[in-house]
């Protein structure tokens, strides 16, 4: 017999046996003898979850060729407050200016704060012609 | 900032690099992506923490390896801006629906289900009161809303959508051991979902007002705030049960407290002490533009519990003591908890006719120094670019050398009084939390 049919007819939960193996051995030794009604002493529950719905898939933007050339934006979100972040994206152009000196890199810091938007930057981006953009560092 | 990289995405058209650290970077392609945004962006991951390290240690995280992809870090961004997209990638429309919750879980056992419900996260892991329909149906009675009408939809954390019915809450007010008188009052926490999460050790209070207060006896005297009084309790655990199973707040998985804080173990629930309140003290409800007879649910929200550690001395003033002691607070906001007692004695012998004069007198003596205040994080990360943009005065005091005195509490509305106690010791609390929008719990009776 399959295993999760019969220790559902001893009375022991399959969702149980899945995610609880200890409890499963427990529970197999406390359930019901053979003969003994099953139904007795289960009770039904409300399930208290809820259904999270999935966001609905936007595609990423196409990506370059190349870096050869281009104009990167670092932008500095602010996060954790002033100059928290700035280091790690000076030492990224200080990389790119040794290791890929084609590459143009920009570096801005986000207005408002970290949890505000700053769309006049975004704009600005792609006014200037900016090929990608790294942005952060969250944390 | 998934935001901000989606935006440049999809409305420029430009290829973005976000960077996390490595201690939620996890969110970020998993649970973000699934619920939030839907965009599969190309995360970085940078070793935790990075803030305040100095610029070799910074120098060797980028020369190091992505902690996503495992590759060197410049690699992984170059890749990130020119790798061409996946055929998830490109992927565009409507997901599939989600599977269901059932209505009913498969019948079982008490003890099976105490465990299931563990393992499921849906309690604070102290049994809970197993809710059947018959449990539940009574529940129900103590509201005259319908069981599937939909509460809110935008509940999960950043708002992501997990719809949830009136049935759902008188559930999870079962399982916290409500009586159906509580359930207004569960409902009217539940409508405030999400709740505020951080990596920080924030917590949540609930302060009640008005006439429920009585009906279904919650405590604000004596004890209060204390584990001694069955609706303060209950109430207060069903915020845990609701942050966790309708929110689907997961430590670790869609959210990273660090230490997070023992006050979410009953998010500090209580009632404040109206018949008590000295003569020309408003109820805080009142305070805030409702009537005497609303009953009105406030959510604050803060970090820090200072304690007056012993009761008022007759050589020293309250007040001047909570300055003392408020000066240790970031100055964003501030409540004080306060016995009667002391609440009196500020009324009648030291002048303050008005909670609005209390803090009036707090915003201007309160003080601290320039480098303290620049100190805090959370004062850093909020005002200080705001500072560096121009906005006064934290323009100015960015420029004070550290040990320049400032007075950080530039808003008296924004320090608050909550009466509560039962007049044993003259004792009060100094908090920074900082309240929400008050809730009607009268519309969901």
């Not at chain 1, 200890?22 to 030794?29: D, E, M």
């Not at chain 2, 149906?137 to 009408?149: I, N, S, Y």
């Not at chain 2, 998010?267 to 309140?277: G, P, R, V």
């Not at chain 2, 100055?331 to 008005?354: H, I, K, R, Y």
């Amino acid at each position: 017999m399959d295993r999760r049919k019969m220790l559902a007819l001893l009375g022991v939960s399959p969702v149980l046996v899945a995610d609880a193996p200890s409890y499963a051995r427990t529970a197999s030794r406390n359930a019901p003898k053979a003969g003994a009604a099953v139904t007795s002493g289960l009770v039904t529950a409300l399930n208290p979850a809820v259904t999270p719905q999935l966001a609905q898939r936007v595609p990423l933007a196409p990506r370059l060729s190349t870096l050869e050339g281009k104009t990167i934006y670092l932008v500095d979100t602010d996060w954790g407050g002033m100059g928290q972040n700035d280091g790690i994206l000076q030492e990224m152009q200080a990389w790119f200016a040794q290791h890929m000196p084609s590459v143009k890199t920009i570096l801005k810091v986000k207005k408002g704060n970290f949890v505000t938007d700053d769309p006049a930057l975004w704009k600005e981006i792609a006014d200037k012609k900016g090929d990608g953009v790294i942005l952060g560092v969250a944390g | 900032m998934s935001h901000e990289s989606g935006e440049i995405e999809q409305k420029y058209g430009i290829p973005t690099v976000s960077l996390a650290g490595s201690n939620v970077v996890s969110f970020g392609i998993g649970p973000n992506l699934t619920y939030n945004t839907g965009m599969p962006l190309r995360y970085v991951g940078v070793p935790f923490p990075f803030s305040g390290q100095p610029r070799s240690v910074l120098r060797s995280y980028i020369e190091g390896k992505d902690t996503v992809s495992g590759k060197p870090m410049m690699a992984a961004i170059v890749d990130g801006l020119t790798k061409p997209l996946t055929a998830e990638e490109r992927m565009s429309g409507n997901p599939p629906e989600s599977t269901p919750e059932p209505r009913l879980l498969p019948p079982d056992t008490e003890d099976h289900l105490q465990l299931l419900f563990k393992e499921r996260c849906w309690t604070d892991y102290n049994p809970v009161i197993i809710p059947t329909e018959e449990r539940v149906a009574a529940m129900l009675k103590g509201t005259g809303h319908k069981p599937d009408e939909i509460v809110k939809s935008a509940a999960g954390t950043f708002g992501t959508r997990r719809p949830f019915t009136v049935e759902k809450v008188a559930t999870i007010a079962v399982m916290a051991g409500a009586k159906p008188a509580y359930l207004p009052v569960i409902l009217a926490l539940a409508n405030e979902v999400p709740y505020q999460d951080s990596t920080t050790s924030i917590a949540e209070m609930v302060v009640v007002n008005g006439p429920i207060r009585k009906e279904i006896d919650m405590n604000s005297g004596l004890g209060a705030l204390g584990p001694n009084n069955d609706a303060n309790s209950v109430i207060g655990r069903s915020m845990t049960l609701i942050h966790k199973i309708i929110q689907g707040y997961d430590e670790g998985v869609t959210g990273f407290a660090s230490l997070s804080n023992p006050l979410r173990y009953d998010n500090l629930c209580f009632a404040e002490n109206e018949e008590a309140l000295p003569e020309g003290w408003q109820p805080f409800h009142v305070q805030m533009g409702h009537k005497p007879t609303d009953s009105v649910l406030t959510i604050f929200t803060g970090w820090n519990f200072i304690n007056s550690t012993g009761w008022v001395e007759q050589h020293y003033a309250p007040q001047n003591l909570m300055r003392d002691y408020m000066s240790s607070l970031s100055g964003m906001g501030a409540t004080l908890l306060m016995d009667p007692s002391v609440a009196e004695l500020l009324n009648n012998v030291q002048g303050f006719t008005t909670k609005e004069k209390l803090a009036e007198w707090l915003s201007q003596n309160v003080e601290k120094i320039a480098q303290s205040y620049w100190g805090n994080a959370i004062v850093s990360s909020m005002l200080g670019p705001l500072g560096e943009q121009g906005l006064e005065p934290y323009a100015s005091w960015k420029k004070l050398p550290g040990d320049a005195v400032i007075k950080p509490f530039t808003n008296p509305k924004g320090i608050h009084a909550v009466v509560v106690g039962g007049k044993t010791a003259s004792v009060w609390f100094a908090t920074d939390f900082m309240p929400g929008r008050g809730v009607s719990i009268d519309a969901w009776r």
